[in-house]
């Protein structure tokens, strides 16, 4: 894919990649992980290469110069690769809020939409991704969750709705109460969201969880509280699994194989 004029209706891509990833029990930066030979940050990478992008920006903090070499030497052009620097791991909405840092006027006349994603989710389609955009392009949506349901949700932020079907917030399963931990559908961390509404949002969320940190979680419950429409579109459970530890890192290499094999 080579890269072309931009339409005016663009994306401003943003894929969290600074976390330690203590728990995959390596000196590798846990982006940096292979599943059948990719980095797990290329794989999310090549899953944007359908989307007109404005940027993709990944966000880097832990061995950022290891992140940022691999990504530059394996990037294609048509991805618009920068990069920005969380320099304390205070959340997700912070890391958010690092990726819109190096918008420039001429890209803020050319992006519409956010999309922020993990660097974390190999298993990502382009068709799901597109399938996002889609349903948030023809909507009226302020944001738009790609969430998935789960036989076993444990462990995964939880999808709260209104009676209207409307995502009303996200809550994370240490900070969910009993009822809310009977949901099945989770969030896969995957959002698009109104380029217009996504910084004051982020202004507005704060540090009252249990882990004292900015949750990008919050953002949905700041938009929908102050009366804008949150949507979303559901994803299979394949594609959505994030990268935590080895046995995950295991699982998403033989899911990979199969599809690789059934081609």
């Known amino acids: 894919m080579t890269t072309s004029p931009l339409p005016q209706n663009g994306v401003w891509a943003i894929i969290l990649a600074a976390g330690e990833g203590s728990r995959m029990k390596s000196d590798l930066p846990k982006p940096l992980h292979e599943v059948c030979g990719t980095s797990m940050v290329m794989h999310v990478v090549h ?5 007109p992008l404005v940027a993709t920006v ?11 070499s691999h ?16 320099q304390e791991q ?17 890209d803020r006349a050319k992006a519409t939409v956010v999309l922020v994603m993990p660097g974390d989710t190999p298993l990502l389609t382009s068709h799901t991704i597109d399938r996002l955009l889609t349903e948030h ?5 302020a944001a738009t969750v790609l969430t998935a349901v789960l036989d076993d949700p444990a462990g995964y932020g939880r999808i ?21 931990l009977n949901i099945r559908e989770i969030n896969t961390g995957i959002y698009l969201f109104d380029f217009d509404l996504f910084g004051p949002a982020l202004a507005g969320i704060g540090t009252n969880n249990s882990q004292s940190e900015y949750y990008l979680t919050d953002v949905v419950a700041v938009l929908a509280s102050s009366g804008h429409t949150v949507g979303s579109v559901i994803a299979p459970a394949s594609e959505t699994a994030g ?8 699982e998403a290499e033989r899911e990979m194989l199969k599809r690789i094999q059934g081609r």
């Open 90 to 106: 205070n959340g997700t909405g912070d890391a958010a809020a690092v990726g819109l840092t190096g918008v420039t006027a001429d």
């Open 47 to 51: 899953s944007l290469e359908s989307l």
């Open 160 to 180: 709260v709705r209104d009676t209207d079907r409307n995502v009303v917030r996200i809550v994370e399963h240490r900070d969910a109460s009993p009822d809310e």
């Open 71 to 86: 990504v530059q030497h394996h990037a294609p052009a048509w991805a618009r690769i920068q990069f920005a620097t969380q």
């Open 137 to 141: 392009s023809e909507t009226s949506n």
């Open 243 to 250: 990268v935590n530890d080895p046995q995950q890192l295991a």
């Open 58 to 68: 990944i966000v880097v903090g832990h061995r950022a110069a290891d992140v940022t």
